[in-house]
């Protein structure tokens, strides 16, 4: 990404993501373990999909069979 200053500002975004809305967004800390990460994506886009799995796996580009296997690790974590 190019800007003219050292901080990049909404005028220096292309228009394809200006004109997303700031609700298709989520916040990862810096430090944040990947796991961590991992899981706040898969549920953010699971909400987004209205829970369903397929779309959901096809979206983040993994196996459904991938995404069952981890929503079942967290769940017997919990």
């Known amino acids: 990404m190019l800007c003219s200053t ?4 909404f005028d220096d975004l292309p228009d394809s993501l200006k004109s997303v809305s700031a609700e298709r967004f989520i916040q990862i800390p810096i430090g944040m373990p ?3 990460v991992e899981k706040i994506v898969i549920q953010e886009n699971l909400v987004n999909n209205n829970g369903n799995k397929s779309k959901t ?3 983040l580009g ?3 069979k991938t ?3 981890k929503l079942e690790e967290w769940e017997n974590k919990e």
């Open 62 to 64: 993994i196996a459904r």
């Open 67 to 69: 995404l069952h296997r």
């Open 34 to 36: 990947m796991e961590e």
């Open 57 to 59: 796996a096809d979206i």
């Open 6 to 9: 050292e901080e990049i500002t």
